[in-house]
């Protein structure tokens, strides 16, 4: 794999170890490290949690043919938390880098944006603009925001996503772990509905999913997408 995927998971991890004790979920070997037909694929899985995180998921993952390599981070906190749910997925081809860069909101309201997107954006000010045509499908509209990365990219660009995701997880972990559970029941209720349309979506309209399943099984690729990734 990778050795430049390798090294930004482990910044994430190592970063994320600075805010949070990560007590690993032990997961079964068969969708831990999941065998695929031919052996055309190389996939580690990983769960974590720890105090305010419900799950932190993360995998590696590398197809021959064609050359692919990815990582993906996704950090749930629990519902009692009022914190966006964290996703970084990074997909290196030979001349190509696909990036997602998102904090997932569950309120829209003024002072939440000033507290969680606001200052990812000043952030990512701080980057060229990673422009290129609008590929963002239809299900993930509604978790769009004016901080999110989303695209396809030269590969010269990967050095940039890489760094700008660390950063807003640096942001993200220190509020976080300034965030103090939610009292009112009515943003409780909201929260957990948010979560729930969130784990929904990721189970039913991920397309890669389906692209897995091509390859390790439709039964085990649902078991990690349900088991695993959310």
Known sequence: ???????????????????????PIELEPEIA?????????????FNWTGEPLRKLFAMRFRVKLPPLDQMNVIYYPKVEYPAPIFIFFC??????????????????????????????????????????ADRYPE????????????????????????????????????????????KDPRRLAR?????????????TQDKAQAMTARMIGKNTAKRIFYEVTT
């Open 1 to 23: 794999m990778s050795d430049s995927l390798n090294k930004v998971l482990d910044d994430m991890l190592n970063t994320t170890r600075e805010h949070i004790t990560l007590d």
């Open 139 to 182: 299900w993930m509209k509604k978790y769009r925001n004016d901080s999110t990365i989303y695209g396809m990219f030269t590969r010269d660009r990967f050095d940039d996503l890489a760094v700008c995701a660390r950063r807003y997880l640096s942001y993200y972990l220190t509020r976080l772990k300034a965030t103090q559970p939610e």
């Open 33 to 45: 490290r999941p065998k695929s037909f031919l052996k055309v694929l190389d996939a580690e899985h």
């Open 191 to 203: 929260i957990e509905t948010f979560h729930a349309g969130f784990i929904d979506d990721i189970r």
């Open 91 to 132: 997909l290196l081809t030979k001349r190509k880098v696909i990036g997602h860069l998102n904090v997932n909101c569950p309120f829209d309201d003024t002072e939440y944006r000033e507290q969680w997107v606001t200052p990812l954006q000043s952030i990512l000010g701080e980057f060229d603009e990673f422009s290129c």
